[in-house]
């Protein structure tokens, strides 16, 4: 079952680190942001590549969730607990994150693009929900990988213990999950202030 789970994970997570990182684009611009997610959907919206993605992630959540129920009994605690909780959590923004994309994509006809994604950040009350529920998401992969990595690990790295390792891990993920979700915000304010929250029409065009 790890094993499984693992290299699922593997898989998963390279696309998550292309994805943060077209996130994190948004900062210098949201046209590059667009242009990087168009060149990058070329990859892995190819049908072959989806459906193996898809399928990981699907692996990724059945297995989890069982290693969840059955170790949750234990009463983990420290990094044992954290990869628990964030890995739970991770399975909660996927089926959230992934039935949004699907119905934007096969059911409303739309192009589930930044301007699709970022529509609850900026509305009240949306927002009270979608800014935790994307800075928990972004989180929760360093923190898992946090915890992973915590185990695995088995010597120093620049005088640093795994246990430190994995506490830098964590704390990178609060910065760049705080990052990302300011720079979009951010790119919402800019449409706004241009006067063209439809903008997205001319990085079309």
């Known amino acids: 079952m790890k094993p499984i789970h693992y290299t699922a994970g593997v898989l998963v997570s390279l696309f998550i680190f292309f994805h943060l990182f077209n996130h994190a684009v948004a900062w210098v611009g949201i046209e590059q942001h667009v242009a990087l997610m168009r060149r990058l959907r070329t990859w892995y919206r190819h049908p072959l590549l989806e459906t193996i993605l898809l399928l990981a992630i699907a692996v990724l959540l059945v297995t989890g969730v069982i290693q969840i129920r059955k170790n949750w009994k234990l009463h983990p605690k420290g990094f044992e607990k954290l990869k628990l909780s964030t890995g739970a959590y991770l399975a909660f923004f996927f089926l959230i994150h992934l039935s949004a994309v699907f119905i934007g994509r096969i059911i409303l006809k739309v192009d589930t693009d930044y301007f699709y994604g970022?529509?609850?950040?900026?509305?009240?009350?949306?927002?009270?929900?979608?800014?935790?529920?994307?800075?928990?998401?972004?989180?929760?992969?360093?923190?898992?990988?946090?915890?992973v990595h915590r185990t695995k690990m088995k010597r120093n790295i620049a005088g640093l213990s795994p246990s430190k390792q994995a506490i830098l891990i964590v704390a990178l993920?609060?910065?760049?999950?705080?990052?990302?979700?300011?720079?979009?915000?951010?790119?919402?304010?800019?449409?706004?202030?241009?006067?063209?929250?439809?903008?997205?029409?001319?990085?079309?065009?």
């Not at 994307?134 to 915890?147: M, Q, R």
């Not at 449409?191 to 065009?205: I, N, Q």
Request: hydrophobic share 50%; aromatic share 18%; net charge positive.
């Open 118 to 147: 970022t529509a609850g950040l900026k509305s009240f009350p949306a927002n009270l929900f979608f800014i935790p529920y994307y800075c928990l998401g972004i989180f929760s992969v360093f923190g898992h990988l946090a915890a």
């Open 173 to 205: 993920g609060v910065v760049i999950s705080i990052v990302i979700v300011v720079g979009l915000i951010r790119g919402i304010d800019f449409l706004y202030s241009c006067r063209c929250p439809r903008a997205s029409k001319r990085f079309y065009e």
